[in-house]
């Protein structure tokens, strides 16, 4: 299990994502699937920066682990996880995109979750001990080819 | 993230290169809003961009939508992986793309 533990801020963005690039530089993730799950993580990590904290500052909290590499299984299954104590954020409440609006009634409220959605394999929500906790599960076919 | 402009009277070409993310969205929705003052057609060149999170995408739809009243926005030569979050959050039912 990798884990970093950050301000949750804008600008430490960039950390997460060397974070990520450190962690799935272990596995042979394709280029394209290394993107889709690059993409997700900024939509969470920034959901904490800007849902989670809005009037106070704090930590966010992601771990990386997998499941299927013991057991010698493929594909290999990676659960990212991300914790945070600011107030009750549900991204998973939001409604989802109406694909069906044309440009001037498009609401762009809830696009980043809905991205985590369409491309995760498996998401999920609670609040705990006074935390956050999103998780979001993506299978890596680690043979797969770009 | 790089960005480059090339501007012909009441045309203005903005080449996209590297990646659009939450850090360096608002900084290119400033300068944009600044430099299509004037501007009837507006071109983004994606040829060499290669990542684009809900913050670019908000970023495109705002100025889609303020180009929709001026002139017209087209964007060309979308790569595969920024193509791909085009097709999932339906922008490109939303966004001119020319193919």
Do not use: W
């Amino acid at each position: 299990m990798k884990e970093i533990i950050i301000d949750a801020t804008r600008d430490n963005l960039s950390e997460v994502f060397v974070f990520l690039q450190d962690v799935l530089s272990e596995y042979n993730v394709s280029r394209k699937l290394a993107r889709k799950i690059k993409l997700c993580v900024e939509e969470m990590y920034m959901n904490i920066v800007n849902c989670a904290y809005t009037s106070d500052r704090g930590k966010a909290h992601i771990l990386f682990n997998t499941l299927g590499v013991e057991n010698g299984e493929t594909p290999l299954r990676a659960i990212i996880t991300f914790v945070d104590t600011g107030v009750p954020c549900d991204p998973l409440s939001k409604a989802n995109l109406d694909m069906e609006s044309g440009l001037d009634d498009f609401q762009i409220g809830g696009l980043g979750i809905f991205i985590v959605k369409e491309t995760m394999d498996d998401v999920g929500y609670e609040y705990k001990d006074g935390q956050n906790i999103f998780r979001m599960e993506k299978i890596i076919d680690l043979y797969a080819k770009d | 993230m790089k960005y480059e402009k090339s501007s012909d009277g009441r045309s203005l070409n903005v080449k996209l290169i590297g990646e659009i993310d939450a850090v360096n969205a608002m900084d290119i929705e400033g300068r944009l809003l600044r430099e299509v003052d004037g501007v009837t057609d507006l071109v983004f060149d994606m040829t060499r961009l290669e990542y684009i999170s809900s913050a670019g995408l908000r970023v495109l739809l705002q100025m889609q939508k303020l180009m929709k009243s001026k002139g017209n926005m087209t964007i060309i030569n979308v790569s595969d992986d920024v193509m791909d979050i085009f097709r999932v959050t339906g922008f490109v039912r939303l966004l001119n793309i020319e193919k």
